[in-house]
């Protein structure tokens, strides 16, 4: 199930490039990301509030609160400078840079969280990372 969500993720992923760099024409990034966000942010808490899982906020450990804030900061930097890219860029040039972060995520998760790297992550790394300078040059 878990690759139906992903596959699902990647989709609208892909909707939200083609989207943003539609809608980014004459705004400028910082607003495009803030309202891109605001939206999101409504989702996220109508979804909580839709399954009922708002009572599990208070069992939220200190961890797990400081890796959360990080994590929607390093998003929110994230979110900022792609709708900077998108907006000076073409979105066949940007987004294949974007998902350089594959690459970075599998360094990352071996070095940080001690995940297993294969021969076969490397190789996808390496193709990866080829493609992206095919596409991008």
Same mark, same amino acid.
């Given at each position: 199930? /878990?690759?139906?969500? @992903? #596959?699902?993720?990647?989709?609208?992923? @892909?909707?939200? *490039?083609?989207?943003?760099?539609?809608?980014?024409?004459?705004?400028? *990034?910082?607003?495009?990301?803030?309202?891109?966000?605001?939206?999101?942010? #409504?989702?996220? /808490?109508?979804?909580?509030?839709?399954?009922?899982?708002?009572?599990?906020?208070?069992?939220?450990?200190?961890?797990? /609160?400081?890796?959360?804030?990080?994590?929607?900061?390093?998003?929110?930097? *994230? /979110?900022?400078?792609?709708?900077?890219?998108?907006?000076?860029? %073409? @979105?066949?040039?940007?987004?294949?840079? %974007?998902?350089?972060?594959?690459?970075?995520? #599998?360094?990352?998760?071996?070095?940080?969280?001690?995940?297993?790297?294969?021969?076969?992550?490397?190789?996808?790394?390496?193709?990866?990372? @080829?493609?992206?300078?095919?596409?991008?040059?």
């Amino acid at each position: 199930m /878990w690759f139906v969500f @992903a #596959l699902l993720s990647a989709v609208f992923a @892909a909707l939200t *490039s083609i989207l943003a760099k539609v809608g980014i024409g004459g705004v400028n *990034s910082n607003l495009a990301t803030a309202i891109r966000t605001a939206v999101v942010l #409504l989702m996220a /808490w109508g979804m909580v509030f839709l399954t009922g899982t708002q009572s599990g906020i208070g069992s939220i450990s200190r961890k797990s /609160w400081i890796f959360l804030i990080l994590s929607g900061l390093a998003t929110g930097a *994230s /979110w900022l400078c792609y709708y900077r890219a998108l907006q000076m860029g %073409d @979105a066949s040039k940007v987004v294949p840079v %974007d998902k350089l972060s594959v690459v970075i995520t #599998l360094v990352l998760a071996f070095v940080f969280l001690h995940e297993k790297f294969a021969a076969k992550s490397l190789v996808g790394a390496v193709l990866i990372t @080829a493609g992206t300078l095919v596409m991008v040059l």
